[in-house]
């Protein structure tokens, strides 16, 4: 029974018991057929619950089964991705007296290493020599060149050996509408010409240069999380108004206001605390539960002591590691404190236009009826070829509509590719991603679109650093290039976007109680709650997190629209008055993927007011929005 009693231990660390041995020896089972560790079955169950809007703790033999054909699926994959690597590898071992047969005079030569021997008294080798030629292209292969790139590069067959692209192309649910946001309210906007290109304008804190990474030191990165508890605690204390002084009695004079106290302090009396929420233990992988929350104080406050927290005695909490939270409670013993009310975060103001600045945009010059946005996120490609034939198809349906704006986030180039991995391609990975934007450029010059890009942590053509630069366009009137993440104005719409799997990391490492409602709502409303495009600390896996760099993955103002694509399933929901969008991925494996369509309409003349007072954009409630398979 040592499994079971692994897979147990896995899933209360998620806060799920498992009580019905039925379910718990089918967990174990599927953990023998697959040979998973116990601990990524449960991050399969936290993936599951969360694609399909399930409670974590609404587990059965039904829904272990599906994950079961999950990991088959999976399982499957992986053996035809293997089977690529084994039928390209080289079997041949070489041994300190054979090498030279391999890499022969000449190359040693091209090194500045003199032959060591004459060939004519070499010893014979049972190895056969290899013979060096000049590598012959592959039909339709095109050379890199750092001065010259063909445009049709990928219009040419570039297969994975073994995969094949006929489900693709012949595939019958090409333009299925997966979900509508809105249907009754609105419709979606006709294509129209427009004379001009849409005002975009990017926020301060997005990042349009590279900067040097890998040179912080230790204290440095703990200056930074500390500044972030005394920021954000600052303004969670101030929404909630926790240092108000009781009222005074009568004839007393109004006693001073209160002030926080120090985490670890021992004390009877109900206290304010302010820190971030850790887990207990050591590693990147450890999982947040109830019995291993832990709470740090900032310096100021509690010279950065952490101390164990009690949740016994709070109604409803939602926790998860980095978060920045307030709290009242008590600490008896000065090492383990009970809260009774935990504060979650303090969301931004949302930005407001002015009655002029509505008119401008949408009643001087030219009548417009809507914004109209098209968002993709990578992959671009299916996983059997880099033929890019999603990407060309997403082309077609801008062609067709004429938005005002296509947003577009990596991974353009994607280190998860097997061609990536296994460097089959004849092309620089800059080169591929230049062809990319070349292409979507000349579409829109048709169309007066405006492409907006953001690079991916999956991208191999940038640095493979948290927040990421802005990526170098070749044409500026057509590309603006932001930073992963960025928030930035389409007229007076303010969208925000982070191209990293957020909602994911989030899934793994959040507990929660007493929460009925939509837990993907939930898990976006932390990001506006913390003020962060990514809250989680530490980072998922891939996430390279420059400290010195928290400020520029920072809210400003709560969006309007919050793009975050996932690995979950698609959705779009109004999490407090933000219209939250995951629009899926363009190309999923060797089928193709999902984008989103957002048509934004124009105020009505009538609920712009007169006069100078600044309104909410109140942009959900006048929006169609849609997903729509490629």
Partial sequence: KGMETSVKLAFEGIGVSLDNNTVLEKCAQICRRFGLETTMLSDKWIAYCTNNGLDLKAITVANLEEVQRECEREEKQEGNRKLVYDSAADTTVYTKDTIEDLLGDDILSSFGVAPTKDPKSAPSSSVKRKTFQTPQKRPGAVAASPMQFSPSVLASPMETPGGSTRAYHTRTNAGFIEHTFNPSAWAMPQPRNRSSL???????????????F?????????????????????????????????????????????????????????AVVVGRICVDGLGMDLKLNPTSVLFEGSRDTSNGVRVKVSLGEVPGYSLFPGQVVAAT?????????????????????????????????????????????????????????????PFDDLLDVVRRTSPDVLVLMGPFVDSEHTSI?????????DDLYRELIRRATAVAAETNTQI?????????????????????????????????????????????????????DLG????????????????????????????????????????????????????????????????????????????????????????????????????????TKKIPHGVPARTIAQIVRI
């Fill in 508 to 611: 793994k490492h959040e507990i929660s109680q007493g929460h009925t409602g939509d837990r993907i709502a939930r898990l976006a409303n932390h990001l506006l709650e913390q003020r962060s495009y990514y809250p989680l600390y530490p980072p998922g896996k891939g996430i390279n997190l420059a400290h010195d760099h928290l400020g520029n993955m920072e809210m400003l103002v709560s969006p309007d629209i919050l793009i975050l694509p996932s690995e979950l399933k698609h959705f779009i929901k109004n999490a407090n008055n933000t219209l939250v969008v995951n629009p899926g991925r363009l190309a999923k494996y060797a089928g193709g993927g999902t984008y989103a369509r957002i048509a934004v309409n124009a105020p009505r003349r009538v609920d712009i007011p007169e006069g």
């Fill in 214 to 270: 890998m040179f912080e030191k230790l204290g440095e990165r703990a200056e930074a999380l500390n500044e972030r508890i005394d920021t954000l605690g600052e303004k969670i204390v101030k929404k909630f108004n926790l240092l108000a002084p009781p009222p005074p009695q009568e004839g007393e004079e109004a006693p001073a206001e209160l002030a926080l106290a120090h985490v670890g302090m021992q004390s009877q009396d109900e």
């Fill in 421 to 429: 991995q296994t460097g089959d391609l004849d092309v620089t990975f």
């Fill in 329 to 389: 409670g008590t600490n008896r013993t000065g090492e383990l404190f009970v809260p009774q009310i935990i504060y979650h975060g303090a969301p931004p103001p949302p930005k407001k236009s002015s009655p002029q600045e509505l008119l401008e945009h949408y009643f001087r010059d030219e009548d417009v009826k809507a914004v109209d946005i098209i968002v993709a996120a990578g992959p671009f490609t299916l996983s059997t070829d880099l033929n890019y034939a």
């Fill in 198 to 212: 849409v005002d975009i304008a990017v926020y301060p804190n997005c990042i349009d240069k590279p900067y040097r």
């Fill in 452 to 504: 907006i890009v953001l690079p991916s942590p999956r991208d191999v053509h940038v640095e493979p650093i948290f927040p990421q630069p802005a990526m170098p366009t070749v044409n500026e009137e057509y590309v603006r290039s932001f930073s992963n993440p960025a928030t930035f104005t389409v007229r007076e719409i303010v969208i925000g976007v982070c191209a990293a799997d957020v909602l994911m």
